[in-house]
């Protein structure tokens, strides 16, 4: 089975704070996503990446980094925290193809104050 | 512009009775569609996908999705709902010009009361 594993479920975090999210996938796939999930507004595409060191923004990037120095680990950065980047963080990861689907981790709530 | 329609926030069966998600979708060319399932405090498990061929498409844990490209629909649904069906549900299409990103309805919560 595909494994999509994020460093932490919950995370609390100061405003003003560098935040490092951590994805890792273990099923050698290329593509990899970071979305953001929030009530009544399902997911947003913050970053995707679709090979080591590349990386293309989604709908939401402001605010937000992302790094891929590994094929199968993909980071997203929050550089400077704000209470409205609370929310629900997602990896995914993919293969290549058009009609493959996305596998997903356990998501990270994250908590700004 | 591509985008995804969930028109229900909410539906509600009774277990054991039919149940359907709706979903509409707008893309040009061919579209890829997808249905995700979200248990509480889990991440998304998928259900199923249309890419191409037969317009009845069969998933995971019994449920099917009709493909309908006059009406651009994608419709989930089951012959009958139980009680563990209760989920957050998300349609979704492939976007063209970003590989195999997705683009999100806003979800369906399904509530199935016994």
């Known amino acids: 089975d595909v494994k999509v594993t994020q460093s932490s479920r919950y995370l609390v975090k100061r405003t003003g704070e560098k935040v490092f999210l951590e994805c890792v996938q273990d099923?050698?796939?290329?593509?990899m996503f970071w979305y953001r999930q929030d009530p009544g507004l399902g997911l947003r595409l913050i970053y995707f990446?679709?090979?080591?060191?590349?990386?293309e923004k989604g709908d939401i990037p402001e605010g937000y980094s992302v790094s891929r120095e590994k094929k199968e680990r993909f980071s997203l950065i929050l550089e400077s925290a704000s209470t409205n980047q609370t929310s629900m963080y997602l990896c995914?990861?993919?293969?290549?193809?058009?009609?493959?689907?996305?596998?997903f981790g356990p998501g990270t709530r994250l908590t700004v104050t | 512009a591509q985008s995804v329609a969930q028109p229900e926030d909410q539906v509600n069966v009774a277990e054991g009775n039919p149940l359907t998600v709706k979903c509409t979708y707008s893309?040009?060319?061919?579209?890829?569609l997808f249905w995700y399932v979200q248990y509480p405090n889990r991440g998304l498990q998928f259900l199923l996908k249309?890419?191409?061929?037969?317009?009845l498409v069969k998933g995971s844990y019994g449920f099917e999705a009709e493909f309908n490209k006059s009406q651009t629909s994608f419709h989930l649904k089951k012959p009958s709902a139980l009680v563990s069906d209760s989920a957050l549900y998300f349609c979704?299409?492939?976007?063209?010009?970003?590989?195999?990103?997705?683009?999100f309805g806003k979800g369906t919560t399904l509530s199935v009361s016994s």
């Open positions: 893309v040009s060319g061919n579209p890829y």
């Open positions: 990446s679709y090979d080591v060191k590349m990386k």
């Open positions: 099923m050698d796939h290329e593509n």
């Open positions: 249309y890419i191409t061929g037969d317009n």
């Open positions: 995914a990861s993919s293969l290549q193809l058009g009609g493959d689907e996305q596998y």
């Open positions: 979704a299409v492939r976007r063209y010009q970003a590989g195999t990103a997705l683009i």
